[in-house]
Nanobody, 121 residues
Framework: QVTLVESGGGSVQAGGSLRLSCEAT????????MGWFRQAPGKEREGVAA???????TYTDSVKGRFTISRDNAKKTLFLQMNNLKPEDTAMYYC???????????????WGQGTQVTVSS
């Protein structure tokens, strides 16, 4: 049984920072790509950042230079450090896994329940 549990969301003012965590249990994580996605009200879900089993990150353009994804394989925990937050970053943030390489276009496996991030101007 795989579970992904996100935490660390909250409400901040523009320019502030948050650090999201995603703790994984079960047969996942070590050789998996792990990713962060977000979905704002009325918008489609989008990929934010992903990191493969070799710790190579990839980011969507809108967060480059502001967000940093990392992983701790020993603790099976995924992180997303978010700096210089903007109101347009407001969304529910989810973590997800997929076996093998990272790809926004291929299927993702298990998903967490999400953690809300709200950025006020």
């Amino acid at each position: 049984q795989v579970t992904l549990v996100e935490s660390g969301g909250g409400s901040v003012q523009a320019g502030g920072s948050l650090r999201l965590s995603c703790e994984a249990t079960g047969n996942t994580f070590i050789r998996y790509c792990m990713g962060w996605f977000r979905q704002a009200p009325g918008k489609e879900r989008e990929g934010v950042a992903a990191i493969d089993s070799e710790h190579r990150p990839t980011y969507t353009d809108s967060v480059k230079g502001r967000f940093t994804i990392s992983r701790d394989n020993a603790k099976k925990t995924l992180f997303l450090q978010m700096n210089n937050l903007k109101p347009e970053d407001t969304a529910m943030y989810y973590c997800a896994d997929r076996p093998g390489p990272c790809s926004w276009d291929l299927g993702w496996g298990f998903w967490g329940q999400g953690t809300q991030v709200t950025v006020s101007s």
